[in-house]
């Protein structure tokens, strides 16, 4: 089987999204890009089916020149194929995507905004902020337009009404990035609870987004 390794790792941290309760049950899906017979375009979970009944073979290949098809197993693409291709396309360092319907992202979605910087750890999506995509219905081009727009000059965004999307140069990058998105979203929360939060300057904000590019390294 072509690519076995990744089928393998993207079912992997698809477990991972209901065992870290960063996506429940169905919900969220996972892609890697890929090639297979020299084309380029991406690994992705297929639709509507349970995490831990996945096999290898159940991860369907997308060309990125691809519209929605089946695999000869009869597997669809996850609906939100579009914003993983589109995401693919406009943004070359990005080698893996995880979408979530994480709790607390979830929840400040609902509101339509973006995140402030309440807290210097916003940087870590790449902006002084943390964008928030407008609302679309699920899988249609207008949410993937909404998407990459909100993703301008970021890795991570919140999809109003939604979840959160975030990429990463591989899966674990981008896995504990989503993590990283729905700690803060949980923290700004709280911080709402108790008023309205100090936010950090712009000025502020540049310092830690220069900083920011040493996190993480390994």
């Not at 297929?46 to 098809?69: A, H, Q, R």
């Not at 989503?178 to 300057?201: D, F, M, R, V, W």
Request: proline share 4%; net charge neutral.
């Amino acid at each position: 089987m072509k690519n076995l390794d990744q089928r393998n790792k993207i079912i992997e941290y698809s477990l991972k999204l209901n065992t870290t309760n960063l996506s429940p049950l169905r919900s969220g899906n996972i892609s890697m890009r890929s090639k297979e017979a020299e084309k380029d375009g991406y690994l992705i979970t297929p639709s509507g089916k349970k995490y831990e009944s996945l096999k290898p073979e159940d991860i369907v290949f997308m060309g990125l020149n691809e519209e929605e098809k089946k695999n000869g197993l009869e597997n669809k693409p996850s609906s939100e194929w579009r914003f993983h291709r589109d995401i693919y396309i406009n943004k070359k360092n990005a080698e893996a995507i995880v979408h979530a319907h994480s709790p607390h992202a979830t929840a400040v979605s609902s509101h339509g905004k973006s995140i402030p910087p309440f807290h210097y750890m916003i940087a870590l999506a790449g902006g002084e902020d943390i964008k928030c995509a407008e609302y679309a219905t699920f899988g249609t081009d207008e949410l993937s337009r909404n998407i990459i727009e909100a993703l301008e000059n970021r890795s991570a965004c919140l999809m109003s009404n939604h979840g959160q999307v975030a990429f990463g140069k591989n899966l674990d990058q981008a896995f504990e990035l989503a993590q990283e998105i729905e700690n803060i979203c949980h923290q700004y929360t709280i911080a709402l609870k108790l008023g309205k939060p100090k936010i950090l300057s712009f000025e502020e904000m540049k310092k830690v987004l220069e900083k920011a590019k040493d996190y993480k390294k390994g």
